[in-house]
């Protein structure tokens, strides 16, 4: 692992933190990708690897400096930074861009995810029978995920923390999208919307010395939703990565090839040319979440129309989407050289 870093290497290890925590936000993209095509990949898993019991013992043992060299505390601090800096400032911007220019904020994505298979396939030469197969079973399961039916809100505590387990895979593995695994799960809203929602008024209000909220039954269930969440996404990093960490050392370019089918199959998630499908009731109703927005329960896909001039402005999206990744992987590239 890279341990000695300049002020340089700092900085852009913040902004890939950042790009990773908005790409996390966005139903359809994934942080893992960031982490694969930025080179931080291996660092990562590896490092997420350390959060073990030698960990605890530094931890309760009071020996913080030897359990932060330990975790590779700068690299995960920086990075941790970084998708912090993006919650309250890059995945707002997106927030509104996604509202106001959705077809194209979804044909930058697609694009950089083709940039993503480009650059990931281009310095992959270990092809061969075996990791084809890997590959095609990587897009197969990529594929399946995105034509499959969402579920209904559920805020059972274990299918809760069972969620966060499961939808925290978005940064760990490439081309699966942690928030798209939530709409799937149907606790989209629950956990990325009202919950987060709770935390950000009672956090208002203790500010301003009310504790009202302690009478609320409602706003104590979704922060109790929230911290079951949050520990669920928790014990889910810290396993998955084991998982992945092992995989990688017994079976690199197996994973590798899986990796890059899934990411190749992940393209169906972030088609641009898709109508929202809105959850309704039994009085064909749409269901509207706490906020007012309608609730999306899963997207309708279907071929542009080529004589459309917003069709044209989409394409180059994507085509800025793909030197985009490109750009960045090559500036990459260029550093580690020097």
């Not at 950042?18 to 095509?37: C, H």
């Not at 009202?212 to 669920?232: P, T």
């Not at 998630?269 to 509207?288: D, S």
């Amino acid at each position: 692992m890279q341990q000695t870093r300049t002020f340089t290497d700092k900085i852009l290890l913040v902004l890939k933190g950042l790009a990773m925590g908005a790409a996390n936000k966005v139903p359809g993209v994934s942080g893992g990708v960031v982490a694969f095509v930025a080179g931080f990949y291996e660092e990562f898993i590896y490092s997420l690897q350390k959060v073990n019991l030698k960990a605890f013992k530094l931890l309760i043992s009071g020996r913080f400096k030897s359990l932060f060299r330990y975790l590779n505390g700068k690299f995960l601090g920086l990075l941790i930074l970084g998708m912090l800096i993006s919650y309250f400032s890059v995945s707002k911007i997106l927030d509104y861009l996604i509202v106001h220019y959705e077809l194209y904020v979804w044909a930058a994505f697609f694009g950089m995810i083709i940039g993503s298979i480009y650059y990931i396939s281009k310095d992959f030469d270990e092809w061969d029978k075996n990791s084809v197969i890997f590959a095609v079973l990587g897009v197969i399961c990529g594929i399946g995920i995105s034509f499959l039916e969402p579920a209904r809100e559920n805020d059972n505590l274990w299918f809760v923390f069972v969620c966060g387990m499961i939808s925290v895979s978005g940064m760990t593995l490439p081309g699966l999208s942690g928030s798209f695994i939530l709409i799937l799960l149907g606790n989209y809203v629950l956990l990325l919307v009202d919950s987060v929602n709770a935390l950000y008024d009672t956090i208002a209000e203790v500010i301003l010395l009310d504790f009202s909220f302690l009478d609320n039954s409602e706003r104590l269930r979704m922060l109790q939703v929230l911290v079951v969440f949050a520990a669920g996404s928790l014990a889910g990093l810290v396993s998955l990565s084991h998982l992945l960490g092992y995989v990688l050392k017994k079976r690199k370019k197996e994973t590798f090839a899986v990796i890059i089918g899934f990411i190749t199959g992940s393209l169906g998630v972030v088609w641009p040319w898709k109508e929202k499908i809105y959850k309704m009731n039994k009085k064909g109703e749409i269901l509207i979440d706490r906020e007012g927005n309608r609730i999306i329960d899963n997207y309708d896909r279907y071929l542009p129309e080529f004589h459309s001039s917003e069709t044209w402005l989409a394409i180059f999206f994507i085509l800025i989407g793909i030197f985009i990744v490109l750009g960045l992987a090559w500036y990459e590239n260029r550093n580690s050289a020097k």
